[in-house]
């Protein structure tokens, strides 16, 4: 007997998801543990494993159709067996398995907050692609429409729906441009280099010399589109306005010398490779597990950054769970580092490691994404000299890392040298974090990482 595979409650918080892809057709063979799909859910896209050996029969959810946690989505049964329609959301239509206009509020672990609420509906594609008839193509009549109503014969063309309008706006006659697109069709671009061409002067036109638009080699990546609003750039966009207007920030900046730092982690991973064998591929340390374990180090010992705002008390952190950002597609993830102020510096590397691998790979899961107590957001390899972070709740605060600079310093004795440098900033949610609290912070934090050795004691 057949096998309807339904959307799954993916996380917590979710109560609708997207298929972005299906990794297997109908009629394909599947097997137990196969991915056969890619959901995409208010935390993350995620894949959709398959739990039935068979064959699938039908897909009842096309890509990009967003449905409600239990809508049947495909069947795994028997070659040859036969399935009843399940009618599927139409992509037009805004979705009605789930209420409109609606929130939801859970609380995830260490208080973090999540508001759920309806994604917009798509957005509609470019107007110049839309088509308005069965082939996807209007036909257009050339010429004025007193030549039509004369009874001359006219010429079909076809263009489309925003050349048309063009055109017809700026009085250009279409029997006149000639299309770039499929069959000829005309396109906004050659309504435009038709206007462009028509108001050179005429003495220009008609010279050997003739002044022609100059033609760019490349756009680039530029692309004229609307596209839909992805779930997880929706929850961005609403997680970033609500820190920005509910929390009070405020912000420091501190430069440091990460001359030492830069050494250490050198001399650290000189060590870590002749630990292993030729066959064996050693583990690199980046700087970025030296910040994150130097935090969870100063962490405890400035507790006050270790809390949450929760209206009628602030709740602190007994343990430390670092959330740091890693750059997916679409938008930005932050898994978490569970008891940070517990792991030496190379269990917190191959725990970070570990997580950007499945955050790359769409493979987080809802534990590993939430129960932050305090966030690191690195841009240094980008080249970024300084930047402040917008705080990411429940957290009190969260640090933002620079690139490690080149640049003249002066030493104790007044004397100019070359010298390295990196600026941290922290951003401060001043309802939980003084002023002077989160001064404390960033300079004991500053202190370890000058001295990168005491990171051992």
Not at 10 to 34: C, I, R, Y
Not at 147 to 167: D, M, N, T
Request: aromatic share 4%; proline share 5%; glycine share 8%.
């Amino acid at each position: 007997m057949a096998t309807i595979i339904e959307m799954p409650k993916l996380s917590d918080t979710m109560s609708v998801g997207t298929v972005v892809k299906w990794h297997k057709q109908k009629g394909e063979k599947v097997s137990e543990g196969d991915v056969l799909a890619e959901i995409e859910t208010d935390k993350a896209t995620m894949e959709l494993e398959n739990f039935e050996n068979g064959v699938l029969l039908k897909v009842f959810v096309e890509e990009g159709v967003e449905v409600a946690i239990g809508s049947a989505l495909a069947a795994v049964g028997e070659e040859g067996e036969e399935i009843e329609d399940i009618e599927a959301p139409d992509p037009g239509v805004e979705d009605q398995a789930h209420p409109t206009n609606t929130e939801e509020k859970t609380t995830g672990e260490g208080g973090e907050s999540t508001t759920l609420e309806e994604s917009p509906p798509p957005a509609h594609k470019h107007e110049e692609y839309e088509p308005t008839n069965v082939d996807g193509e209007e036909e257009i009549t050339s010429g004025s429409e007193a030549k039509e109503q004369s009874g001359e014969s006219v010429e079909r063309i076809l263009a489309s729906p925003l050349a048309k309008k063009i055109a017809r706006e700026k009085e250009i006659d279409l029997s006149q441009v000639k299309g770039s697109g499929p069959r000829g069709r005309i396109t906004k671009k050659d309504v435009l280099s038709h206007e462009d061409i028509q108001g050179l002067p005429e003495k220009a036109m008609h010279s050997d010399h003739a002044v022609r638009p100059v033609e760019v080699q490349s756009s680039g990546q530029l692309v004229d589109q609307t596209v839909p609003v992805s779930k997880m750039r929706s929850i961005i966009a609403r997680r970033l306005h609500e820190s920005k207007s509910t929390i009070p920030h405020f912000y420091l900046q501190k430069e440091i010398d990460s001359q030492q730092l830069r050494l250490a982690r050198e001399a650290i991973n000189e060590r870590l490779a002749q630990r292993c064998s030729p066959e064996e591929k050693p583990l690199k340390l980046t700087l970025n597990d030296l910040i994150l374990k130097a935090c969870a180090e100063t962490i405890k010992w400035v507790p006050e950054i270790n809390t949450s705002w929760e209206n009628d008390h602030i709740r602190y952190h007994g343990k430390v769970h670092l959330a740091f950002g890693v750059a997916v597609d679409d938008g930005l993830v932050t898994p978490v580092i569970r008891n940070a102020e517990s792991l030496d510096l190379t269990s917190l590397s191959l725990e970070a490691k570990s997580l950007i691998g499945k955050a790359r790979s769409k493979k987080l899961t809802p534990d590993e994404m939430t129960g932050s107590t305090f966030t690191v957001t690195n841009l240094g390899m980008f080249g970024i000299d300084f930047f402040s972070g917008i705080i990411n709740p429940p957290n009190a605060a969260i640090l933002s890392v620079g690139a490690c600079l080149n640049k003249p310093v002066l030493d104790s004795n007044g004397n100019l040298q070359a010298g390295e440098r990196m600026t941290l900033g922290l951003s401060c949610d001043h309802r939980l974090v003084d002023g002077a609290a989160g001064a404390v912070f960033l300079k004991r934090l500053g202190e370890i990482l000058e001295r990168p050795a005491s990171l051992l004691v």
